[in-house]
């Protein structure tokens, strides 16, 4: 247990004896004759926190820390320093260490953290240290994600921790700015994952590394990712169940979906259906899949993207439906295209 300064001026007594008395002057002159013990050092500290004196405090600190590296009340005076001083560099290195040694604290650290780098002074050190990935880095940006509406700093968070991104495009999304969760999500992914990118993404269901709701969100009751690639769902056949979603952005105009699924169900009994709709909610087109094969067969619908009606971005998801006799379905779906199609209807 790391030392406090009252566990210090205790032991200093049984070490300077019952007859002398634990002054300054006495804890000096044993920090002489003991020069690889802490205790002196952490017997002075709090005095010199209390009076305010900076460099004693720097001094004091840097002793007990040479001597004992892992002492909590050196750390932790050396973030007041810091906080007094103005340092936020020196604030959020006591910080990191305070975050391994004072584990239960690390909410408080976290807020701590988090004030640093939502204040003007201090985002720079706090966006060099981030860069690193520290420990505490993932919890502190989320909470700076959810009181900041700053976008600049939140992309610079989501780009140090990638399993943040998907709650920095939802905070976005829940705005209404689908354009840019849609240009975030597109810098996440790279140039190489762009140029190969699919509607929609991941199509084959291959567990791939991205963000929501531009990838897959599946539905963890009632699915499951196959090993080699395809997308294993089923329900009871009571009632309609979501089964995976995935927000798209199609242009206007018409389009063809396809999927290649295998499974069973019984006549009459709970089935699947595949819908397209804009994202306030308005279906566009569905598929029912009520004739599954246990071998692989695609199924195929075309679809129109109206261009008259607020329909930038889509959602491509899979239900459950209820049938009228519920029996139980199960599928694997291999994999889902969307392509664009031949408008038949213009000359």
């Not at 780009?159 to 597109?186: I, V």
Request: glycine share 6%; proline share 7%.
């Amino acid at each position: 247990m790391a030392l406090t300064a009252e566990h210090a001026k205790s032991r200093l007594v049984k070490s300077l004896g019952s007859d002398t008395p634990v002054n300054t002057a006495a804890i000096q002159a044993l920090a002489v004759r003991e020069p690889l013990d802490a205790l002196p050092y952490i017997a002075m500290l709090p005095e010199a926190l209390a009076n305010s004196d900076h460099e004693a405090v720097q001094h004091l600190s840097t002793r007990i820390l040479y001597r004992a590296p892992r002492n909590k009340l050196a750390w932790k005076a050396r973030l007041t320093l810091a906080a007094r001083q103005g340092d936020a560099e020196g604030a959020i290195a006591a910080l990191d260490r305070l975050y391994l040694l004072d584990s239960p604290q690390r909410e408080t650290y976290d807020g701590i953290l988090a004030d640093i780098g939502l204040s003007a002074q201090g985002r720079q050190a706090f966006l060099d240290a981030i860069a690193k990935r520290p420990t505490w880095g993932r919890t502190t940006s989320l909470k700076i994600m959810a009181q900041s509406d700053d976008n600049d700093l939140l992309m610079a968070l989501a780009r140090a921790f990638p399993e943040n991104q998907s709650t920095f495009l939802e905070k976005l999304t829940d705005q209404g700015n689908w354009a840019g969760a849609h240009f975030a999500f597109q810098s996440f992914v790279g140039p190489d994952v762009r140029s190969t990118a699919t509607a929609p993404f991941d199509p084959s269901f291959l567990g791939l590394s991205a963000p929501r709701p531009f990838n897959w969100l599946y539905n963890p009751t009632h699915t499951r990712l196959e090993a080699r690639g395809g997308l294993s769902a089923s329900f009871p056949g009571r009632s309609r169940v979501w089964l995976a979603r995935q927000a798209i952005s199609l242009p206007p105009g018409p389009h063809s979906l396809s999927a290649a699924m295998s499974g069973h169900m019984s006549p009459e009994g709970g089935y699947f259906r595949w819908e397209v709709s804009c994202i306030d909610g308005s279906r566009i087109d569905y598929l029912n899949v009520k004739d599954l094969l246990p071998v692989r067969h695609t199924y195929t619908t075309s679809f129109s993207i109206p261009a008259d009606a607020p329909c930038d971005f889509q959602y491509l998801a899979l239900f459950g439906m209820g049938g009228a006799f519920p029996t139980s379905a199960r599928t694997i779906v291999h994999e889902v295209t969307i392509t664009p199609a031949i408008d038949r209807g213009v000359p």
